[in-house]
């Protein structure tokens, strides 16, 4: 990185940005003016972002510019811009969640996550587009690998702006397959975290057993820095507890002890997975054997795990109808028809059949970690294929459902294109709150891959 050109800055990951920032190569305005010159470039045809100011967010810029200069500390994130989902609360911009009924909708409070990311010296660029209540009504993103296609949802802004290089982070949510389908779709890095390490505080609320913070990035490396930045404790979520942070980019940089032993595994809807996917995965696993013999295991999963896509409906759903339940009252002629329709099958739900799920979801938890105990990871497409064509629907999250479900890391490696250029991920699922380990762990296949 001896010469850089700042017009270009935008290009860099966020690693060499920060590094860039830190050695006095870049300037965190400069880095966001480049950012904004790509926003101005594309964002008409794509259509990433819900709010933006200019102005805000060079403001932020210029004070991280002047830490530097005066040699004061500099977070993990200094200069760096980030995308913020619009479902997350940010005093600097209004957050409207995806629907009219919140239009004008202006937090006094950033959400914790939001102070995280603002302490390690993010600069908020401004904020992505949701999704209609961060269900599947689309917003107006588009895929930036072609605009006739989805990008995914709900994170549908945050994928799109990270996969076009307007922004080198961005938060994004999952509760079924909300980052690891839009990552899938535009071919960039997603995480989604194992079930309650990062704080929902300040977001808003869908289903609280399944709702789960993630991120996007071009890098395994960059995924790993903001990781480490938001996985803290927060008293105020009260489904976090006081443990340690798992350090992801420390593990990342160490050598694995022993070649990994990954489980293939094809789930209870392989039927509705493409053919263009289950010949990626074939090959994938022939060249990862080949290289390293006997690595991949193809497995199937216990016959409990066929109910449990209809065990996660009953939970989400009537989830949704308690969350939404003032939106339904106030707003119904305004949801889109596929919320409706969910909030009411949610409403016919009863407490019995929640429970009864609830229950079911700690006996796949335990069933899907004996698995874990023999396997260093599980590999498992990201999406049924690549992004459908249409924007009117976000395409199927049936790939991510059980690993939602059972609260376990997952991570979208963008491995895997369509003859028509369009990418597609390998997911990668490792033990629930083992999540340095899985970056790890992906860091090998990579490699192997790579070699």
């Given at each position: 990185?001896?010469s850089?050109?700042?017009?270009?800055?935008?290009?860099?990951?966020?690693?060499?940005?920060?590094?860039?920032?830190?050695?006095?190569?870049?300037?965190?305005?400069?880095?966001?003016?480049?950012c904004?010159?790509?926003?101005?470039?594309l964002?008409?045809?794509?259509?990433?972002?819900?709010?933006?100011?200019?102005?805000?967010?060079?403001?932020?810029?210029?004070?991280?510019?002047?830490?530097?200069?005066?040699?004061?500390?500099?977070?993990?994130?200094?200069g760096?811009?980030?995308?913020?989902?619009?479902?997350?609360?940010?005093?600097?911009?209004?957050?409207?969640r995806?629907?009219?009924?919140?239009?004008?909708r202006?937090?006094?409070r950033?959400?914790?996550?939001?102070?995280?990311?603002?302490?390690?010296?993010?600069?908020?660029?401004?904020?992505?587009?949701?999704?209609?209540?961060?269900?599947?009504?689309?917003?107006?993103?588009?895929?930036?690998?072609?605009?006739?296609?989805?990008?995914?949802?709900?994170?549908?802004?945050?994928a799109?702006?990270?996969?076009?290089?307007?922004?080198?982070?961005?938060?994004?949510?999952?509760?079924?397959?909300?980052?690891?389908?839009?990552?899938?779709?535009?071919?960039?890095?997603?995480?989604?975290?194992?079930?309650?390490?990062?704080?929902?505080?300040?977001?808003?609320?869908?289903?609280?057993?399944?709702?789960?913070?993630?991120?996007?990035?071009?890098?395994?490396?960059?995924?790993?820095?903001?990781?480490?930045?938001?996985?803290?404790?927060d008293?105020?979520?009260?489904?976090?507890?006081?443990?340690?942070?798992?350090?992801?980019?420390?593990?990342?940089?160490?050598?694995?002890?022993?070649n990994?032993?990954?489980?293939?595994?094809?789930?209870?809807?392989?039927?509705?997975?493409?053919?263009?996917?289950?010949?990626?995965?074939?090959?994938?696993?022939?060249?990862?054997?080949?290289?390293?013999?006997?690595?991949v295991?193809?497995?199937?999963?216990?016959?409990?795990?066929?109910?449990?896509?209809?065990?996660?409906?009953?939970?989400?759903?009537?989830?949704?109808?308690?969350?939404?339940?003032?939106?339904?009252?106030?707003?119904?002629?305004?949801l889109?028809?596929?919320?409706?329709?969910?909030?009411?099958?949610?409403?016919?739900?009863?407490?019995?059949?929640?429970?009864?799920?609830?229950?079911?979801?700690?006996?796949?938890?335990?069933?899907?970690?004996?698995?874990?105990?023999?396997?260093?990871?599980?590999?498992?497409?990201?999406?049924?294929?690549?992004?459908?064509?249409?924007?009117?629907?976000?395409?199927s999250?049936?790939?991510?459902?059980?690993?939602?479900?059972?609260?376990?890391?997952?991570?979208?490696?963008?491995?895997?294109?369509?003859?028509?250029g369009?990418?597609?991920?390998?997911?990668?699922?490792?033990?629930r709150?083992?999540?340095?380990?899985?970056?790890?762990?992906?860091?090998?296949?990579?490699?192997?891959?790579?070699?």
């Open positions: 990185m001896g850089l050109n700042p017009g270009s800055a935008n290009l860099l990951s966020a690693v060499e940005a920060r590094e860039a920032i830190d050695r006095g190569l870049l300037t965190s305005k400069g880095l966001v003016e480049a904004f010159a790509r926003i101005d470039e964002e008409e045809s794509i259509g990433a972002w819900a709010h933006l100011d200019k102005a805000v967010a060079m403001e932020q810029a210029g004070a991280a510019d002047d830490i530097r200069f005066q040699g004061k500390p500099m977070g993990a994130l200094h760096l811009p980030v995308g913020i989902k619009d479902i997350i609360d940010t005093a600097d911009y209004p957050t409207e995806g629907t009219v009924l919140h239009q004008g202006r937090p006094e950033d959400a914790t996550l939001v102070s995280l990311l603002k302490e390690a010296g993010a600069v908020i660029l401004g904020k992505t587009v949701s999704t209609e209540l961060a269900v599947y009504a689309p917003g107006k993103t588009r895929n930036p690998h072609n605009s006739e296609h989805t990008p995914g949802g709900s994170s549908s802004g945050s799109a702006a990270v996969s076009a290089a307007m922004v080198p982070l961005a938060i994004g949510t999952q509760t079924n397959g909300s980052v690891i389908r839009p990552a899938s779709y535009c071919g960039v890095y997603g995480f989604k975290p194992s079930f309650a390490r990062i704080s929902r505080h300040g977001v808003l609320t869908q289903s609280p057993p399944l709702d789960t913070i993630g991120m996007f990035a071009r890098g395994l490396d960059d995924l790993a820095l903001i990781a480490d930045v938001l996985m803290r404790f008293a105020q979520d009260e489904a976090m507890t006081p443990v340690a942070p798992p350090a992801i980019g420390k593990l990342l940089a160490d050598e694995v002890p022993a990994p032993h990954f489980a293939f595994v094809r789930t209870p809807v392989w039927d509705q997975v493409e053919a263009i996917t289950k010949e990626g995965f074939r090959e994938l696993i022939e060249e990862v054997n080949g290289r390293q013999h006997k690595t295991d193809i497995l199937d999963l216990p016959p409990a795990f066929d109910e449990l896509h209809e065990d996660q409906r009953k939970v989400m759903e009537a989830d949704l109808a308690r969350s939404f339940a003032d939106e339904y009252s106030r707003g119904k002629d305004e889109s028809v596929v919320l409706l329709e969910m909030i009411e099958r949610g409403q016919r739900i009863s407490d019995s059949e929640y429970d009864k799920a609830i229950e079911m979801k700690a006996e796949y938890d335990a069933l899907l970690q004996e698995i874990l105990d023999e396997y260093d990871a599980i590999l498992t497409p990201a999406t049924p294929g690549p992004a459908p064509a249409g924007i009117g629907a976000t395409g999250p049936v790939m991510n459902t059980i690993w939602t479900f059972c609260g376990t890391p997952a991570l979208n490696v963008p491995l895997l294109q369509s003859p028509n369009l990418p597609f991920g390998v997911q990668v699922v490792g033990a709150d083992d999540d340095a380990r899985l970056f790890r762990t992906a860091r090998w296949l990579l490699d192997i891959l790579n070699d």
